[in-house]
């Protein structure tokens, strides 16, 4: 009672009052005589214009969707350097999905021709989008048969039939003078009816209360979400792609250093073993440099098995089994494009994943009013019009027509209270997908602030290990010279020379590090800073 009183402002029936609160179960059922054409002509008039003023007359219960009221910093604290405190409401301002900006290709930033290569193969190829594109046509198809049940079923059907009847035996009595009477018994022949017949059958449930556009709201909502999702799968394999290709580089470059590695400990093993045949050092010292040296191996050998790992994750990406796909070793510049200072909150807005979390909270708003609906009678119209003849001419000019026409408006007493249940679940929905979507903002917040901080302190990180591999190569130079001048071993030049490849191998980890954590802000930005960028926020 309580929900129908609440429900009752929401619906419009014209000048005609109807109390929600009273229950019924009315179904009547008229049929009429055949009227002549002319009258036929005048109902169908009068019948399309009492449909166009019921649909006129109809509401949709439930409730009409909001977006969830969510606030947000427009600043983001790791880019402005200071903390945002929450007191500053001045500052915040409403969230709102902006997913269908284009983010072009904003991989072009790094600047690498075959990182651009894979990337436009993964948008033709890579299985989980077109998985995703599959997915959002089918759920258009659903919306559309969802707008269907707005329309009428018409039905026609056409038959034939042929029908053998044998008749019944005649008795014949004749009488004669000599012998008396005598009967005789006469089958007539059987007889065959043909009947051709047609008929036509209409019905229609008038949305009066919403339930079918609530059900069409809901789908397109899940369709849009669908298309949200779409962006969703693409940006992350973008980004996916992206990082392992910098990743792969990046093992390319430390593999050099492996290499070298590996060269400057083999030659202090041979060096090390001469000087224990000459009696200079002990066999302890030469079965250290033997570990040194298998220490070294294993890492080259495990670099490679990483570099292989991210080539088949990137052939795989791009629709492609592992066996046909290879990308040959490259040394290339590893530095991360320019970011600016202070990035808006805006670009956050066009997250496919905030978009399709906001869409699904729009599709359980809308699965509320169909559950609501649910309370509220069905009325169905119904006409039948079928025509009958002897032969497939008469059907067509001479037919026998009749036809009927009725309605019904039905009503559910007693449920034992399945549909105060459905409201009540419907309702739950909607308050989890809320939540679900205020938390996928909060997610999203978090990725770009961890992106953020990793680039501030890798930049700084990167530069003190610059600086450490600059003196480490400084240090190798004077050792170099020392030794040409006969005042050091060329066991101190080998040293120095581990020294400084330590130093350049540990600045290529530290420089893939930002690679990935660029990749990583442009994904959690929503697809980059260089393709259209939304207007700036209006000052509170």
Request: with cysteine; proline share 5%.
């Amino acid at each position: 009672m309580a929900t129908h009183n609440r429900l009752r402002s929401r619906c419009s029936l014209g000048a005609a009052k109807w109390n929600p609160g009273i229950l019924y179960r009315f179904t009547p059922g008229f049929r009429f005589a055949a009227p002549r054409l002319s009258s036929i002509k005048k109902r169908k008039i009068f019948s399309f214009l009492a449909l166009a003023s019921l649909s006129l007359s109809s509401c949709m219960v439930g409730p009409n969707y909001v977006p969830p009221k969510l606030v947000v910093p427009p600043q983001f604290k790791e880019a402005k350097g200071k903390k945002i405190m929450g007191t500053v409401r001045k500052n915040w301002k409403p969230i709102q999905p902006q997913d269908d900006i284009d983010r072009g290709e904003w991989w072009k930033i790094f600047n690498e021709p075959v990182l651009n290569d894979l990337e436009n193969q993964l948008n033709h190829f890579n299985q989980s989008i077109v998985n995703a594109e599959a997915n959002f046509r089918q759920s258009l198809a659903i919306v559309d048969q969802a707008r269907a049940n707005l329309y009428p079923t018409v039905v026609g059907a056409f038959s034939l039939f042929r029908q053998r009847q044998a008749g019944g035996a005649t008795s014949i009595i004749s009488t004669s003078g000599t012998s008396g009477t005598a009967t005789t018994n006469i089958a007539p022949a059987a007889t065959t009816t043909t009947i051709y017949s047609a008929f036509l059958n209409a019905s229609w449930e008038p949305d009066i209360w919403g339930l079918v556009r609530r059900t069409i709201e809901a789908d397109l909502s899940l369709a849009q979400s669908n298309e949200a999702l779409i962006g969703v799968t693409r940006l992350s394999a973008q980004g996916a792609l992206a990082q392992y290709y910098f990743e792969l580089r990046t093992l390319d470059k430390a593999q050099k250093y492996l290499d070298e590695t590996v060269i400057a400990y083999r030659k202090i093993l041979i060096f090390t073993r001469n000087q224990y045949k000459s009696g200079v050092v002990s066999r302890a010292e030469v079965v250290q440099a033997q570990i040194q040296l298998e220490s070294a191996q294993a890492s080259a050998i495990n670099n490679g098995i990483l570099r292989g790992q991210y080539e088949h994750a990137i052939a795989v990406l791009m629709g492609r089994p592992p066996a046909y796909f290879s990308l040959k070793p490259a040394i290339i510049k590893l530095k991360p494009p320019a970011i600016p200072l202070e990035v808006p909150t805006a670009w956050l807005e066009r997250r496919p994943d905030i978009a399709q979390a906001e869409r699904l909270v729009q599709q359980a708003s809308a699965l509320i009013g169909v559950a609501v609906a649910a309370y509220f009678p069905n009325l169905t119209l119904n006409g039948t019009v079928s025509a009958a003849g002897r032969s497939f001419h008469q059907l067509i000019h001479k037919p026998a027509i009749s036809w009927s026409a009725g309605m019904q408006l039905a009503e559910t007493f007693f449920d034992g209270g399945y549909r105060a249940a459905g409201v009540r679940a419907a309702k739950e929905q909607y308050i989890a997908q809320v939540a679900n979507y205020r938390q996928v903002v909060l997610t999203a917040f978090q990725d770009v602030e961890d992106n953020l901080i990793s680039l501030r302190l890798l930049e700084k990180q990167g530069i003190t290990q610059d600086k450490q591999a600059t003196d480490a190569l400084y240090a190798l130079k004077i050792v170099k010279n020392q030794y040409k001048a006969g005042t050091v071993p060329y066991m101190n030049v080998l040293t120095a020379q581990i020294s400084a490849l330590a130093a350049e191998q540990a600045a290529t980890q530290i420089d893939g590090l930002q690679m990935t954590s660029a990749v990583g802000l442009v994904k959690a930005l929503g697809g980059g800073w260089v393709a259209v960028i939304p207007p700036k926020l209006p000052k509170a």
